[in-house]
């Protein structure tokens, strides 16, 4: 089967393009389905319907699909979970991507609640970066955001990726008006302390985020207004990139992001497609609908079997969740609690946010 082309292939790769010509580059992979906290905005039901353990792929199998994917263009690899460090040996699977020499770029979210205990062994292993959620520097909000106890942990974890030698550390914050929404420039000044860029994130309407609605929204405009309202003008940095964050420059030169998920959506560039721990491939945070890698490779499928069912899936793709939802008159969250748990493939933390 004959690939279509971007117009910059690197390295000599060539890449899938989609309708759109957006190129197939990003693979967010997904260790596991399980989480340590309880996030308001992802998680907050006390119950959930894991994914079946005897489904959750072993790390060769990753390395597998992984390996595929590489040879039609990814050269991002994104770890998420879940929480990707509840993965028994996370390190392991580390150093087999890393020595993958198609994946220029291996990264991980985590919550940071086990960084302190794994940030050596993932830096030796060869994580290339690191980006942990924070929605509040508050040890009480911390507690009723996420019903855990944890934030020191988080905090500790920070400390210890920067010991450790990472680079490039990125705090993401989810904003939420009323209730992390005071905090803008207190995450500013700690990711200056700890040299971190903070990435402020607009909540989003999807997967479990069943307690959503519009009103608890931030905008980037707002957000930009409050930061410059208490640091003086905030300015747009240039730059070419398919990466979601939009970043800002303050006068004293910190820079900071903001991914405007939910009111100015990038799908657009959009280069990212999802695969949870069990083989499921998605190709957009918001689709109903993915394709079973599990059980082909399973079953033995050869590279030009798997070929066959990747490429014309992403060449016909037209996914662009957030901005179809932008056009919505009414916004309510995206799935109901009912139908979640009939399939967990539909929720955040099973595709990985
Ligand atoms: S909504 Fe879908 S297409 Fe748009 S940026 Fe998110 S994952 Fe990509």
Known sequence: MLLSQTDKPEGGQRHVTDAFSRPLRNLRVSVTDR???????????????????????????????VDIFADLGVDKIRLTGGE?????????????????????????????????DYAEALFDAGLHRVTVSL?????????????????????????????????GLKLDTVVMRGINDDELVDLIEYGKRVGAEVRFIEYMDVGGATLWSMDKVVSRTEIVERLAEHYGPVTPVVEESSAPADRFVLPDGTIFGII???????????????????????????????????????????????????IPRWQARTDRGAEERLGLDRRAPLVQIGELRKDPHLEMHTRGG
């Open 35 to 65: 989480c340590n906290l309880r996030c308001q905005y992802c998680m907050p039901e006390e119950e959930y319907v894991w994914l079946p353990r005897e489904d959750i792929l072993h790390f060769e199998e990753v390395g597998t699909l």
């Open 84 to 116: 990707p460090l509840l993965r028994r040996g996370l390190p392991t699977l580390v150093r087999m991507l890393a020595a993958k020499p198609k994946i220029r770029d291996l990264a991980m979210t985590t919550n940071g609640i086990l960084l302190a």
């Open 135 to 167: 929605d509040t520097l508050r040890p009480e909000r911390f507690r009723a955001l996420t019903r855990r106890e944890a934030l020191q942990k988080v905090l500790d974890g920070i400390e210890a990726t920067v010991r450790a030698g990472f680079k």
């Open 260 to 310: 405007s998920s939910t009111t100015a959506p990038f799908c657009r560039s959009c280069d990212r497609s999802r695969l949870t721990a069990d083989g499921m491939w998605y190709l957009c945070l918001y689709a109903r609908a993915g394709t079973d890698l599990r059980g082909p490779l399973r079953r033995g499928a050869s590279r030009e079997e798997f070929r066959s069912l990747i």
